[in-house]
C-alpha cells in the first residue's frame, strides 16, 4: 500500500472531515489564498510588523525618546503635556511617510528624560476638518483619570523593569477556567485592584482546583459599566485596579501558583470615545474603523475596525504580542467574535448553516484577520490557547489553520447557558432528558468547546445567577443550616450540583466558572452607574457567605471542589463521551466518559432502587462522588466507596450493567475499581 500522500495546503483539508463542506471548497480556498498572502507580505512573526508598539507610541532610548503615530489626514500634530506646561506649539512632530509622524526629544543636559515618569501627554491635533483637537496616543501603555475629570489623561510610563520570578506553567491538556473580574473581586463597596486580587482571591481559585484564570476588563475602558468591552486604549492595562507593574505581578503570582492565565480580548470593536480613545484620531472616521454606517455597532454605540487596512492589522497584531510579551499572558479569550463574522453583527440573526456560514453575509476581513492572529500566536507561543466567542457555530473555527480553520483552539458553548436559563423558567418536572443531552453533546467534530452552565452574561442586570433563579428570595432567609431546608432550598442545591457536573461532564472539553458562582451567588451584576446611582451593591463579590460555616453556600463551594478534584485525577474533559441512557419517564441521563460513568436522576419525586447502568467493561465499580454527600448539601442516602458488581445482563446497548441506589435529584460518578485509565 502506498503511503498517504501529504495533503494540499490550499485551506480545504477540513473537507476529509466533514463533506458538507464540499460545496464551498471554493471559499476556503479564496480564505486560506488571503490569509497566506498576508502573511507572506507582512511576516508578523519575523519582521518588525507585529512590533508597532515598539515603533509607535513612547519609546526610550539610551539618547531621547521616540513618539510616532499614525494619523493619515492630520494637517499638524503637536506633543503637549506637564513636561512642556501644555504647550501648544513648542513640540511638532514632521511628517514622515504613509500618514506617520514623529518627534525625537533628546535626554536633557543633566541626562535625564524630557519628559518625567507618570506625567501627562496628550497630542494636539490639526485635523482633516481645520479643526484642532486633543487626543490620547493611540498606542499609549498608561493612562490614568483624574477626580472630577471625565475624560483620562496618557502617562508617559517608563518605570524600572519589572523582575518576573516564574515561568508560564506547561499548557493544560484540559481547561478548567475561572472567570474573573479584578474590579468587582471584592466584597466592599468599591473597585478592588491587582493588589487585592493577587493577595485574596488568586488563593481561593487554587483551592477550588481550577488550572486557568481569565482575566476580564484588564484592556483600559473609560466607562466602568461596559464590563471592560468598550476598550478605549488598547495597550494600556486597566489603571483604576492599579498599576502595569501590579498586573505584571499578578500574573506572575499566578504562573507561581500553576496557572494558566488567559486575557479577555476586544478585537471586535471599540469605544466610539475620541477625547480618550481611539475614535477620530486624525479628525476623519475612518482612520482605524470603517467609514460611515459600517464603522459603528448599532447595538453597542461603538465602532468597528477595518481590518483589510494595513495599519489596522499592524495595531492589533502588535497589541496580541504585547500582551503575549510584556505581560506574559497564555492567550486569549477572543471577544464578540460572532460580531466580526458577519456583516449583520448577528444583531437580526444567528446563523446556522453552512450557506450562512460561507454566503455573502461574511465578512471574509475579519475571517482571514482572524485566521492571521491565530497563527500569529500560536507561531508566537505554541503554548498560547485561544478561545472564541461565537454563537453561531462557524464551521471550522477552531480547525488548524493549515487544514482550512480559522485557528482557535476552543469555542464557548454558548449554547448552553442559553439552554439552562430557558429551564429555570419551566418546571423541572417538564425538563426533557433528550434534548438537555442533545444540547450539551451537540458540537462539531474536532472542534473543541468550553463548556459552562453561566458565566457573567448570564447574571447582568435583567437576569440573575441560576442559583438565584433556582432559590430567588429564600436565599435571603433559607440558607443558613440552624433551620430545616425548605422545599424550595432543597431543590435550588440539589439542581445547581447537578446542572454544573453535567455541564462539565457532557458539555465540551474544557469547562469555565464565572466567580461567585461557584458557591452560588446570588441576585445579580449590575455596575455602579447613573441608573443606580452608583451603587457598588451588586458590583461584588460576597465571599464571606461560602465561608460562613452556617450557612450553606459552603456546601455548593465544596461540591464545586470536588468536582475539579475528580476532573484532575481522572481526565476526563478530553475524552470521548457516549450517552447510553436518557429517560424522558424515570428522567435519568447516564453516560460514560474517559474511565468513569456518570449518572443523574433530575426526577422530582421518585428515587429508584436497584437501577440498572449499563456499561462497557466488566468488573467491581466504586462509587467516586455523590451529589447528595453531606458535605455538599445532600441528604446523605449514599456513601463513597460501595462496590458495584457487574453481571452479563446487556443493558441500553452495553454488554454488562451493574445496580445501584439513585434517589432523586442526586448525581453520581463511578469508575471500574482499580483501573484509572480504563
Known sequence: MQDEQPLKPDGTAVIIDDEYLRPFEHV?????????????????????????????????????????????????????????????????LHYTEYGRWEIFLPNLADGSRAIKHNTKVKISVLGANDE????????????????????????????????????????PERLRIYEAHIGMATEVGKIGTYREFTRDVLPHISYLGYNTIQLMAVMEHSYYASFGYQVTNFFAPSSRFGTPEEL????????????????????????????????????????????????????????????????????????????????????????????????????YKVPMSYDEYFGNEVDNDSVVYLTLANDFIHNLNPNAITIAEDVSGFACLCRPVEEGGVGFDYRLAMGLPDKWIALMKVPDEQWNMGNISFTLTNRRWKEANIAYCESHDQALVGDKTLAFWLMDAEMYTGMTILQDRSAVIDRGIALHKMIRLVTMGLGGEGYLNFMGNEFGHPEWIDFPREGNNGSFHYARRQWSISRDPLL?????????????????????????????????????????????????????????????????????????????????????????????????????????????????RTCSVFKLKDDKEN
Open 248 to 347: 505584571k505581578e499578578l500574573v506572575d503570582t499566578a504562573h507561581g501558583l500553576g496557572f494558566t492565565v488567559l486575557l479577555d480580548l476586544v478585537h471586535s470593536h471599540a469605544s466610539s470615545n475620541s477625547s480618550d480613545g481611539i475614535n477620530l484620531m486624525d479628525g476623519t472616521d475612518s482612520c482605524y474603523f470603517h467609514s460611515g454606517g459600517r464603522g459603528v455597532h448599532s447595538g453597542w454605540d461603538s465602532k468597528l475596525f477595518d481590518y483589510s487596512k494595513v495599519e489596522v492589522k499592524r495595531f492589533l497584531l502588535s497589541n496580541l504580542r504585547y500582551w503575549l510579551e510584556d505581560f506574559c499572558f497564555d492567550g486569549f479569550r477572543f471577544d464578540a467574535v460572532t460580531s466580526m463574522l458577519y456583516y449583520h453583527h448577528g444583531l
Open 552 to 664: 450553606r453556600y459552603q456546601h455548593l463551594l465544596f461540591f464545586d471542589k470536588a468536582m475539579n478534584a475528580l476532573e484532575e485525577e481522572y481526565e476526563f474533559l478530553n475524552k470521548p463521551q457516549y450517552v447510553s441512557r436518557k429517560h424522558e419517564d424515570e428522567k435519568v441521563i447516564a453516560f460514560t466518559r474517559g474511565p468513569l460513568v456518570f449518572v443523574f436522576n433530575f426526577h422530582h419525586s421518585e428515587s429508584y432502587v436497584d437501577y440498572r447502568i449499563g456499561v462497557e467493561n466488566p468488573g467491581v465499580y466504586e462509587a467516586v462522588l455523590h451529589s447528595d454527600s453531606t458535605e455538599f448539601g445532600g441528604h446523605g442516602r449514599l456513601e463513597l466507596g460501595g462496590e458495584y458488581f457487574t453481571d452479563e445482563t446487556a443493558w441500553d446497548d452495553l454488554p454488562h450493567s451493574f445496580m445501584i441506589y439513585a434517589p432523586s
Open 132 to 171: 484642532t483637537f486633543t487626543r490620547i496616543p493611540a498606542y499609549i501603555n498608561a493612562v490614568r483619570q483624574e477626580s472630577g475629570n471625565p475624560v483620562y489623561d496618557g502617562l508617559y510610563w517608563e518605570p524600572e523593569d519589572y523582575q518576573w520570578r516564574n515561568q508560564s506553567p506547561p499548557k
Open 28 to 92: 476556503l480556498k479564496e480564505r486560506y489564498a488571503r490569509f497566506t498572502q498576508d502573511k507572506e507580505r507582512y511576516d508578523p512573526l519575523n519582521s518588525d510588523f507585529s512590533l508597532g508598539h515598539k515603533v509607535f507610541g513612547f519609546n526610550a532610548t539610551p539618547d531621547g525618546i521616540f513618539y510616532r503615530e499614525w494619523l493619515p489626514y492630520a494637517k499638524t500634530v503637536h506633543l503637549i503635556g506637564e513636561f512642556n506646561n501644555w504647550n501648544p506649539h513648542s513640540h511638532a
